[in-house]
């Protein structure tokens, strides 16, 4: 007989609990500072957005053809102190995004991983409840709870 099929030895105490709620609570921090720096992003894309407009002169950009005006526009670009700047807080604020949402999914996904745990533990003690329903020496149920361990 496969040992995973067998339910939990006694003995340990259920924490799983405790461990779902710093979860949780992890989680809701990092969804609060999604939305601050996701804020900050939008706002640093406009104010980019708006040195731009301050920067393109009225007439547009010199040149003879499209491309000549292209070069213009970004030797301008380039060498405006400001503008740079406000693209670098533009680049700073959308990488901490990415990488909040990157925490996110991984916090995401252990949650999960302590949520299937929970449901395996629960699917072997039934069965062995089930087994043994007739024995009064031991619940496998509360043997299975009192035994669970989450994942690290």
């Known amino acids: 007989m496969n040992t995973e099929d067998l339910p939990p030895e006694p003995g340990h105490t259920i924490t799983f609990p405790e ?11 990092l969804y609060k500072q999604e939305a601050e720096v996701s804020i900050r992003a939008d706002d640093a894309k406009i104010n980019a957005a708006a040195l731009l407009t301050q920067i393109t002169p ?11 005006r292209e070069i213009a526009e970004g030797k301008a670009l380039a060498e405006n102190t400001r503008y740079q700047v406000a693209l670098a807080a533009v680049k700073k604020e959308r990488d901490a ?26 699917a ?10 007739g024995d009064p020496q031991r619940d496998e149920f509360d043997a299975a709870v009192d035994d669970y361990e989450p994942a690290s």
């Open 97 to 122: 995004l990415i990488f909040i949402q990157a925490e996110i999914k991984a916090t995401e996904l252990t949650l999960s991983v302590e949520k299937w745990a929970i449901r395996h533990a629960l």
């Open 19 to 29: 461990s779902m709620r710093q979860i949780a609570a992890y989680l809701a921090g």
């Open 124 to 133: 072997r003690a039934l069965g062995g409840y089930a087994e043994k329903a």
């Open 58 to 68: 009225l007439e547009g950009w010199p040149g003879k053809n499209e491309q000549a």
